[in-house]
C-alpha cells in the first residue's frame, strides 16, 4: 500500500478506482477528472451499465473501460453522503463496503494494481481522517480473509496536499497502533 500525492488519472496502474455516485453521471470532482481525461466512452459505458443493471447502490461498485487514460478499467465505486442525520457508523459501514468492494473488483479482474481516491471525503463531505481510518481498516480486513493475491499494489491517490497529510498522518497512527498483523500487510505491498 503505497499514499501517493498524484493526479490519478495519471496512475500507471491497471485500474483505478471513480468516486461514482449511483447513476454513474460523472459531472464534477473525480468522476468529472476521470471523463475527460479519458474521453467519452467511460460514460458511454456507465450510461450502458446503468440502463443494464440499474442504479449502482451505495457502498457497491461498477467497471468500465478506461478509454484512453493509461490503465486497463475505471471501478466505480459509490461512497456515502456524510450526513447528521444518519449514525455515524451507518456512514463508515457503508465508505467500509465501498473499499471492501474495489478491492473485491480489483481481485475479480485479476489485476496487480489499483489506485484508489479518498471516497466520499471531497463533495461528500465524510470527515478526511475518518475517511484514512475506514480505508485502513478495509484494506486489512480484504488483505487477511479475502485476497487470493493477485492484488498485490494499492495506492492511495489524490491529488491534493491536505488529503494525502491527513491519510499519511492517519497511516503512521493506524499501523503504529501497535497492530503488528496490519504493520506486517501493510508492508506486503497490497
Not at 451499465?49 to 478506461?66: D, L, P, R, S
Not at 488483505?143 to 498522518?169: A, R, Y
Amino acid at each position: 500500500m503505497k499514499i501517493v500525492l498524484k493526479d490519478i488519472t495519471k496512475e500507471k496502474t491497471e485500474a483505478i478506482t471513480n468516486a461514482a455516485n449511483e447513476h454513474l453521471a460523472h459531472g464534477g470532482g473525480v468522476a468529472g477528472a476521470i471523463c475527460r481525461s479519458g474521453g467519452s466512452s467511460i460514460q458511454k459505458e456507465s450510461n450502458k451499465y446503468v440502463k443494464e443493471n440499474g442504479i449502482v447502490k451505495t457502498g457497491q461498485c461498477a467497471v468500465t473501460g478506461a478509454g484512453t487514460l493509461p490503465c486497463k478499467f475505471v471501478i466505480h465505486a459509490v461512497g456515502p453522503i456524510w450526513s447528521d442525520y444518519e449514525p455515524a457508523e451507518k456512514n463508515v459501514q457503508l465508505l467500509h463496503s465501498a473499499v471492501i468492494n474495489t478491492l473485491r473488483t480489483a481481485d475479480k479482474i485479476k489485476i496487480k494494481s489499483v489506485a484508489i481516491p479518498a471516497i466520499s471525503s471531497g463533495i461528500f463531505g465524510f470527515p478526511k481522517p475518518l475517511c484514512a481510518q475506514t480505508f485502513f481498516e478495509a484494506i486489512e480486513n480484504f488483505i487477511k480473509q479475502e485476497s487470493s493475491g493477485t492484488l498485490q499494489d494499492v495506492h492511495l491517490t489524490n491529488f491534493d496536499h491536505e488529503t494525502t497529510g491527513v491519510f499519511q498522518t492517519e497511516f503512521t497512527k493506524y499501523f503504529a497502533a501497535g497492530n503488528k498483523e496490519a504493520s506486517e500487510a501493510a508492508s506486503m505491498g497490497a
